[in-house]
């Protein structure tokens, strides 16, 4: 150890045999000290993936927009050098706490946390404040690429992101996402019928839709309309959706228990996600004006809804048989039920609903 080095209040750990240590640094080293390979290594010779730079400034703003509950997971870093470990104490119970001393020659190589630190970075750079919080660490003495890159492997082994439902139902900073979990729990049409944690439904699920699927319709059909607070954007997403339900029996059957939530995914197309955020375009159109107007529902009935109905709906939101979650499906189905209903279509809803036609008319002849 020369002369300079880094010292880490730090706690003392054993994994498969081998020490390491976990602190707490500042923010403003982070940047400082913590390294990256050289992005223009082949990816055998990195120990992590690229920087995806693009994730950077949403990561930062995260930081800077919620200063008071932000939170970050630990760092994971090898360090390539010798490292020295002073316990704070002599008592046997003291022997895990300590000093970690790193000599200032050496290297530290982060295993997971790239995006943190450059997030970090930036989030510094336009808010001093910032430096003197602290974020933890877990430091590994590096044995060679062979180990850091098996690190990174096991680190990243059993990472599975919550699904978007999931997201959805625990996050507080997304308005949307609390109007969503309203009409999901306060709504007649959709109480008990939707799917809070998982984003795709399983043939014997009891549930309808996707928390996921809900909230992407609902946003749709609020639009860009402004409304006073988060309760008033429910209360008239509520009374759309539940005005809709009347309007399609088979959903007031599976409320019934009268038939199951999978028999009506498996014969009808109004059960799906493509058709729900359909719906939020047209309940959109019909909300836009001063005061809503949802009586043209009404001509609902004059759809038939069903997956055998090959002349409504393949190749508008069915290919083979199958559904087709595709953008343009969800704008070729609300353009076919706003023509249906008698309502005006929108721009992009015209020139999809034109081009289907002509392609459609081109394969017949």
Known sequence: M???????????????????????????????????????????????????????PEMSRYILENKHDYVFSAITASINGDVRFTPIGNKASDDRMGILHVDM?????????????????????????????TIAVVFFVDQGLSRSQQMFADLNRHAIRPSKSLGLLYDQRNDLAKVGKLVALKSEAFSGMVELERSTLSERSR?????????????????????????????????????????????????????????????????????????????????????????????????????ANAKDWEGRVMLG????????????ASAFIKKTIGIELSPDERKADASFNKSRKAMRD
Not at 105 to 114: E, S, T
């Open 2 to 56: 020369s002369n300079f080095e880094y010292t880490f209040p730090s706690i003392r750990g054993v994994q498969a045999g081998r020490e390491y240590y976990i602190s707490m640094c500042p923010l403003r080293l982070i940047p400082r000290i913590f390294l990256f390979d050289d992005e223009e290594l082949t990816p055998e010779l990195r120990a992590q993936r690229t920087l995806n730079r693009s994730r950077i």
């Open 105 to 133: 020659k050496n290297q530290f190589i982060i295993n997971d946390g790239q995006h943190r630190r450059a997030a970090i970075e930036q989030a510094i750079k336009e808010d001093q404040s910032l430096s003197d919080e």
């Open 207 to 307: 549930k309808l839709f996707t928390l996921s699927a809900l909230c992407s319709a609902t946003s749709d059909f609020l639009g860009p309309k402004e409304y006073k607070t988060q309760e008033d954007a429910a209360d008239e997403a509520i009374k759309f959706w539940d005005e809709l339900a009347k309007h399609i029996p088979e959903w007031q059957l599976v409320r019934k228990s009268k038939m199951t939530a999978g028999e009506i995914r498996r014969d009808f197309v109004h059960s799906h996600g493509v058709l729900l955020q359909a719906f939020g375009r047209v309940g959109a159109a019909l909300n836009s004006g001063e005061k809503s107007d949802y009586t043209a529902l009404t001509n609902l009935k004059k759809i038939n809804w069903s997956r």
């Open 321 to 332: 048989g199958r559904l087709n979650k595709a953008t343009n499906s969800v704008i070729l």
